[in-house]
């Protein structure tokens, strides 16, 4: 497993942006889809957005298509979450997660190995 660190969380004001930034340990980050996570007051985890291992294959839930951006740095051993246009219904501990046998950034929690301890992201409207 890869040990994971988020940070970039903050208070923003509806329609302002944050990058939160996703550090691992180990030199085979390269090697693990990542995706990001949030969850809600109240609310289950839902999936944000993730990227493969390889090619870089991103894949997005509708709420954050057109508005979010995921890219990863392997030298930096560094996955981010670019977030734009923001609402007050992003806001939610955001978490990134990690797993080195996936082929795809699947949606399902349940499939990534490795979490991080989350970042907070609250939007003020």
């Known amino acids: 497993q890869v040990q994971l660190v988020e940070s970039g969380g903050g208070l923003v004001q509806a329609g302002g942006s944050l990058r939160l930034s996703c550090a691992a340990s180990g030199r085979t980050f390269s090697t693990y889809t990542v995706g990001w996570f949030r969850q809600g007051l109240g609310k289950e985890r839902e999936f944000v957005a993730g990227?493969?291992?390889?090619?870089?294959?991103?894949n997005y839930a509708a709420s954050a298509k057109g508005r979010f951006t995921i890219s990863r740095d392997n030298g930096k051993n560094t996955v981010y979450l670019q977030m734009n246009s923001l609402k007050p219904e992003d806001t939610a501990v955001y978490y990134c997660?990690?797993?080195?046998?996936?082929?795809?950034?699947?949606?399902?929690?349940?499939?990534?190995?490795?979490w991080g301890q989350g970042t907070q992201v609250t939007v003020s409207s």
């Open positions: 990227i493969t291992r390889n090619i870089g294959i991103t």
């Open positions: 997660a990690a797993e080195a046998s996936l082929e795809y950034p699947w949606r399902d929690s349940a499939r990534y190995g490795s």
